[in-house]
């Protein structure tokens, strides 16, 4: 069994990010930068935009955090929107979710110039990613680290039956689409499940790869997977637990300890997805540079 390890991928990935940006630096003397938009004071959302900002620097890039009040206006928001995308040294802008309940998502989403959507959320973005034109577009970033995971593992996926547990619009329906398009990395026959799925064990047990994105802890347990299967955890999920300082643990939508043993491949939580998101976030901010720049 083979535990997908995202840490030292993820860090592989950013090593080749810092030293291409040195190239283009020395090149050009411009570096990417990616500018992160966060409303309010929801404290995990502070520390997820607190990491993209230490990782873009690491990486040699800029990167600017705009915090903005949680009473800021949609239109406010959106104005600081058109300014950054008006700005040539800027080339990747991110909108941290969740957003204060008065503004509306897909307003924001749209603002978006498509050329500087690094989240690859935009419905040009999305639409281009459906066609296959993946040289035109951004791929939302935590299906395509799971594409890079598949790939870095040399894990065979022509002609094997996938299944994707979720439907949302940033993981699950992009992670199918995906594993569907004619790529070396992925051209599976492609299942998805969802709450109204009915017998879903019976699906999930045909899976080779088992891509889970449901947001419940534990949900997969192992009287739902093929032995042999390869396992996708995407699931972040907070679980109470009073041995530690914090009060909680985070786990997986699998049940990792009695899964990976019939697995043969997994994923663990935390280590596996997670890290390669932001990574991935990064590459979609050199991309955006490379473009902008004829590179
Ligand atoms: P959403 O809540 O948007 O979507 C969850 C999906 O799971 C929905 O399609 C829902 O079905 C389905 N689902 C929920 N409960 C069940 C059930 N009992 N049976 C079958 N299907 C069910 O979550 P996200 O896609 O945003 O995230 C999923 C998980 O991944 C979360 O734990 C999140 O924290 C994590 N995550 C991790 C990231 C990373 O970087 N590793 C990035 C993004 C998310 P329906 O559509 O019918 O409601």
């Not at 680290?145 to 002609?159: A, D, H, V």
């Amino acid at each position: 069994m083979t535990i997908i390890d995202g840490k030292k991928i993820s860090t592989d990935l950013k090593e080749e990010l810092k030293s291409k940006v040195q190239e283009f630096k020395e090149k050009i003397n411009k570096v990417p930068g990616l500018t992160v938009i966060i409303v309010g004071e929801d404290p995990a959302s502070q520390v997820y935009v607190r990491n993209k900002a230490k990782s873009c620097k690491e990486t040699g890039m800029n990167s600017t955090v705009i915090e903005l009040p949680a009473e800021t206006s949609q239109v406010e928001l959106l104005e600081t929107i058109e300014r950054i995308n008006q700005d040539p040294d800027v080339h990747g802008i991110l909108v941290q979710q969740p957003l204060p309940s008065h503004i509306e998502e897909y307003a924001v989403t749209m603002a978006i110039d498509p050329k500087k959507d690094v989240d690859g959320f935009h419905p040009e973005n999305v639409g281009q990613m459906v066609l296959g034109n993946l040289d035109k577009c951004y791929i939302s970033c935590t299906p395509y680290g799971i594409l890079e995971l598949l790939k870095r593992y040399e894990i065979e996926t022509r002609g094997k039956h996938c299944v994707v547990v979720g439907r949302s619009n940033i993981v699950g329906k992009p992670m199918a689409n995906l594993m569907l398009q004619k790529l070396k990395e992925t051209n599976c026959t492609v299942t998805i499940c969802h709450s109204a799925t009915e017998d879903m064990p019976s699906l999930t047990r045909q899976a080779d790869i088992l891509i889970a994105a449901i947001g419940r802890a534990n949900f997969i347990t192992k009287e739902m997977v093929k032995p042999g299967a390869v396992v996708i955890d995407v699931g972040i999920n907070r679980v109470e637990d009073a041995s530690k300082k914090s009060g909680y643990r985070l786990a997986g939508d699998v049940d990792y300890e009695h899964v990976a043993e019939l697995s043969s491949a997994i994923t663990p939580v935390p280590g596996g997805v997670g890290p390669m998101t932001i990574a991935m976030l990064l590459k979609n901010t050199l991309q955006s540079f490379m473009r902008a720049n004829n590179l």
